[in-house]
């Protein structure tokens, strides 16, 4: 009987997307998938397919024991519980709790790379969740997703419109890579059956620094864009000024210091190594989006 494979946070972005990678791609059977989430009625069109659709709610340990139960793999993803400082640790603690008593028999999370050399905020939430399931005793493969090329789309329209993009990244480089990538990478190891543990760092094939990503976004979008160097508290100033509650500016800000500290500078072949492919370049992707890279 084949594996049954379970994904939280099903009725996200990055979920949606692996559930769709284990069908498509990887054409894992539908009745082998568990889509959970906290708000199962979200999930209408996956039910259809055939997928299977529980509660988990993160908050909830007894119910997350009832909805890993029959699970042989278990997909944690990261969850957004960024605004409290210790509470995503927290929920990510209690689901691995929660796979050792409900006998899962591998667990694979979505973490970021090198978390335990980082100066980003939640570096400490993804460190302390791989040593939690680590300290559990089962099997387990950790996915490091790279800064997604996705996170340009929030911000760089308006820097377009502008005509400037204000970034305290200085000289640091940093790999990116598609969502949809992650998700082909997660889905594959996911589905590869393997009895191994393994971390995996999935990144881009070439590390930028933000005026070379400046360069591509003004060839795509055909509009002038100069990156102004900031300071981190002239940058978070600004995204506070901008709206952006204090632990979204917090965390952007922590995100250009680590790699203007190098520490996103890394360039690795596990993306191929999972999925026999090439990840997608910030370019294409650029391309792909343009007209919501241009709104």
């Not at 340009?152 to 400037?164: A, D, F, I, R, V």
């Not at 509009?223 to 300071?231: Q, S």
Request: aromatic share 6%; charged share 20%.
């Amino acid at each position: 009987m084949s594996e049954t494979i379970l994904v939280t946070g099903a009725a996200g972005q990055l979920g949606q997307r692996v559930i769709h990678h284990l069908i498509e791609t990887y054409k894992v059977a539908p009745g082998n998938i568990v889509a959970a989430t906290r708000s199962p009625e979200k999930l209408s069109e996956l039910e259809k397919k055939g997928v299977v659709t529980r509660k988990a709610d993160f908050d909830d340990a007894a119910g997350l024991e009832k909805a890993f139960a029959g699970v042989d793999r278990l997909l944690i993803i990261s969850t957004d519980a960024l605004d409290t400082p210790g509470k995503r640790l927290a929920q990510h603690q209690g689901a691995v709790a929660a796979a050792v008593k409900s006998g899962v028999k591998h667990i694979a999370y979505t973490s970021m790379p090198a978390p335990d050399n980082s100066v980003v905020t939640f570096a400490p939430d993804h460190l302390g969740s791989e040593n939690a399931i680590k300290a559990s005793g089962i099997a387990h493969t950790i996915i490091r997703d790279a800064w997604y090329h996705d996170n340009y789309l929030h911000g760089m329209p308006h820097n377009l419109q502008g005509g400037k993009w204000y970034s305290a990244t200085g000289g640091g480089k940093i790999s990116t890579i598609s969502r949809d990538d992650c998700a082909l990478a997660i889905a594959a190891a996911l589905a590869s059956g393997t009895s191994e543990s393994a971390t995996y760092t999935v990144t881009g094939t070439q590390s930028l620094n933000s005026r070379q990503i400046a360069a591509i976004v003004s060839d795509v979008a055909g509009k002038p864009l100069e990156v102004i160097d900031v300071t981190d508290e002239q940058l978070g100033q600004g995204m506070r000024g901008a709206g952006l509650p204090g632990f979204v500016a917090d965390m952007l800000v922590s995100a250009d210091a680590n790699t203007r500290a190098g520490k996103f500078d890394i360039v690795t072949e596990d993306f191929s190594k999972l999925t026999g492919k090439q990840p997608q370049p910030l370019k294409d992707f650029f391309v792909e989006h343009k007209a919501a890279l241009t709104a």
